[in-house]
């Protein structure tokens, strides 16, 4: 779960990243469900595709057409 | 008892006593007996079996013994312990020491003592769910959070289900445990003037709380930095 990074709509448009902490003895599934407000829209991805730079961390953008939707 | 042949017998004469018959052999000068094998029903073959056999059959038969039993063969061991042997293929013994030995915990690469591993003795479900589940105290809710790169990495973190990033020095923090108290305390470091604030969530304040980094002219940052948080206890 290290690896990996959830990356989410917030409410103004932009880009958040949850990080699930592998210690506490929840899967990510129910990471996502209980820490994503219902109905936000996300996508799991892997560490490494993120952008190495966080110049201009709010002008971030992602395509969440075909993303999952927390319940 | 003797039997009285008749004297001066000529070639092929018979003779008869206590049902069985003779016929005279001129040429042998003897009397032989007729149909000797008249009453054996077995064939040669089986009479063949008894090649070879040195003594009485009966007898040998008789020292064998009676085996109608395991108990007869000195066999402790009952069927179904026997049964246990049922479809080995090749020695036990030899298949044993092939999966190599196990005498003790280091065997397995266990650095925890026996003492300690019987601490478990007891336990019914996950131990972290259970300390994460556990109320008062003063470090229930732990994380060390650094920033390399884009994205925070949660390290240590004890009560913590994941830290969102909500932009540019903005986190929320989620526990993964339920608090009665909204009290947390907060500490960080960044490389310059910037300072951290935190408030717990309006609408979740014992589960969530949020993490703002701000600067000398009170905007929202995005230092390198790390933080750890914590709570209260209850108070």
């Avoid at chain 1, 190495?52 to 993303?67: G, K």
């Avoid at chain 2, 009285?4 to 018979?14: C, L, Q, R, V, Y």
């Avoid at chain 2, 007891?122 to 994205?151: C, D, F, H, K, R």
């Amino acid at each position: 779960m290290e690896d990996i990074v959830v990356v989410f709509e917030l409410d103004n448009g932009g880009v958040g990243l949850l990080i699930p902490s592998p210690n506490c003895g929840l899967t990510l599934n129910e990471i996502i469900s209980r820490d994503l407000d219902s109905g936000t829209r996300y996508k799991i991805v892997n560490r490494m595709d993120m952008p190495a730079d966080r110049s201009y961390r709010n002008a971030w953008q992602v395509d969440f057409t075909d993303a999952e939707v927390n319940e | 008892m003797a039997i009285n042949f008749p004297a001066s017998p000529s070639n092929g004469d018979t003779y008869s006593y206590s049902g069985k018959t003779w016929t005279y052999d001129g040429t042998a000068t003897k009397w032989e007996p007729t149909n000797i094998l008249s009453d054996v029903t077995a064939t040669a073959t089986e009479l063949n079996y008894v090649d070879g056999v040195t003594s009485a059959i009966q007898t040998q038969l008789d020292a064998k013994g009676t085996v109608s039993s395991l108990a007869d063969l000195s066999v402790t061991a009952t069927a179904t312990e026997i049964n246990y042997l049922d479809g080995v293929t090749s020695a036990v013994q030899t298949q044993l020491d092939a999966k190599g030995t196990v005498s003790s915990l280091a065997d397995l690469s266990v650095t925890a003592t026996a003492t300690e591993i019987n601490y478990l003795d007891g336990v019914t479900s996950p131990i972290q769910a259970q300390l994460n589940s556990v109320g008062g105290g003063e470090v229930e809710v732990w994380a060390y959070v650094t920033m390399s790169g884009s994205t925070p990495t949660l390290q240590n973190d004890v009560g913590v289900s994941s830290i969102a990033d909500q932009g540019v020095g903005t986190f929320r923090v989620n526990m993964s445990v339920t608090r009665t108290s909204q009290y947390y305390a907060l500490s960080g470091s960044a490389w310059s003037d910037e300072f951290a604030q935190m408030r717990p969530e309006a609408t979740s304040p014992t589960t969530r709380f949020w993490v703002y980094w701000i600067n000398d002219a009170g905007a929202l940052t995005d230092p390198n930095f790390s933080w750890s948080v914590m709570s209260a206890g209850e108070n």
